[in-house]
């Protein structure tokens, strides 16, 4: 069982709405979470981090933590074009171990 | 947030010749190094991981005299890719973390092509 596990997707939501992605993790000593985003042909940009249960808003943006489910969420609101891309869950001990990306298509 | 680079962005090279691809924190000071690889459409793959002043750990699979690695500073780590073949084109990415941090902050990455 992989430690961090996402939906390939693809995830295709239309323009303006809202997307939800989804990470469980297996790891309980986990205390950091982050979500990356990767862009094709670049490397990922950290975008969100979230450390205690609850929600986590920036912007458009928010990341919601549950330690009891373990599991991890990104909601994007007024989805946009620019935000197709692939979004890295990853959970943080002595070092980042990563999702393998849920690819998210925003439809115009 | 914090800055890392990546040098070259691309490079091409023959077959047998050897590598060497440099990993910056140009804004922080970076205990640890990161080592990816990506092929297309596939996830990264964690290639080994490198603590200032010490030998890299490599993740297995990979092999170390192979993809030498050495992060002699703590803003500097290299990946020298030695007698390179067609199958190790690829995307290689670098990330660095602070000492006591949690997030990683990944360089541009540097596309090789191996002809």
């Known amino acids: 069982q992989k430690e961090v596990e996402q939906n390939s997707g693809p995830l295709s939501v239309p323009e303006g709405a809202i997307a939800s992605l989804n990470c469980t993790y297996s790891?309980?000593?986990?205390?950091?979470f982050f979500w990356y985003r990767q862009y094709s042909g670049k490397s990922p940009e950290l975008i969100m981090s979230?450390?205690?249960?609850g929600d986590k808003e920036d912007g458009r943006f928010t990341a919601q933590l549950n330690k009891a489910s373990q599991y991890v969420s990104l909601l994007i609101r007024d989805s946009q074009p620019s935000d197709s891309a692939t979004y890295l869950c990853s959970s943080a001990g002595n070092m980042l171990t990563f999702g393998g990306g849920t690819r998210l298509m925003v439809k115009p | 947030g914090a800055v890392v680079s990546q040098h070259p962005s691309r490079v091409i090279c023959k077959s047998g010749t050897s590598v060497k691809i440099e990993c910056r924190s140009l804004?922080?000071?970076?205990?640890?190094m990161f080592w990816y690889r990506q092929f297309p459409k596939q996830s990264l793959m964690l290639m080994a991981t490198?603590?200032?002043?010490?030998?890299?750990?490599?993740e297995q699979g990979v092999e170390k005299d192979k993809f030498l690695i050495n992060h002699a500073s703590l803003t500097l780590s290299t990946l020298t890719v030695t007698s390179a073949h067609p199958e190790d084109s690829s995307f290689y990415i670098c990330?660095?973390?602070?000492?006591?941090?949690?997030?990683?902050?990944f360089g541009p990455g540097t596309r090789l092509t191996v002809t």
């Open positions: 990330s660095a973390k602070g000492t006591g941090d949690y997030e990683q902050y």
């Open positions: 490198s603590n200032e002043g010490s030998k890299a750990t490599y």
């Open positions: 979230i450390y205690s249960n």
């Open positions: 804004d922080f000071q970076a205990t640890t």
């Open positions: 790891d309980r000593g986990s205390q950091s």
